[in-house]
Nanobody
């Protein structure tokens, strides 16, 4: 079991950047594939990005490619999401999630543990 706590959300202007962090409470962080998801009001939770256990493999939703970067530091039990060139449509609550089964998938059902979410608002 792992407990996840996101931070770094806030208000940013279009074209700006923001870096989200997700701290994992526990000693088995490196055993999880980590993902970022987001959910806007009235919409389903959608996949943003994921990173493999070692950090060597990543995957992104098409709309995030070239703008977002996921990374992890297993020594710090932390996963990051660097968001650049932000657009108003990026406004959502962003969640980090952990897949204990070693999933390398974009489906929410593949993830076992979720953080509480952090609000990202992109507006001028």
């Amino acid at each position: 079991q792992v407990q996840l706590v996101e931070s770094g959300g806030g208000l940013v202007q279009p074209g700006g950047s923001l870096r989200l962090s997700c701290a994992a409470l526990g000693r088995t962080f490196s055993s999880y594939v980590m993902g970022w998801f987001r959910q806007a009001p009235g919409k389903e939770r959608e996949f943003v990005a994921l990173v493999s256990r070692s950090g060597g493999g990543t995957a992104y939703a098409d709309s995030m490619k070239g703008r977002f970067t996921i990374s992890r530091d297993n020594a710090k039990n932390t996963v990051y999401l660097q968001m650049n060139s932000l657009k108003p449509e990026d406004t959502a609550v962003y969640y980090c999630a952990a897949a204990s089964g070693g999933s390398f998938r974009s489906a929410t059902s593949a993830y076992d543990f979720w953080g509480q979410g952090t609000q990202v608002t992109v507006s001028s």
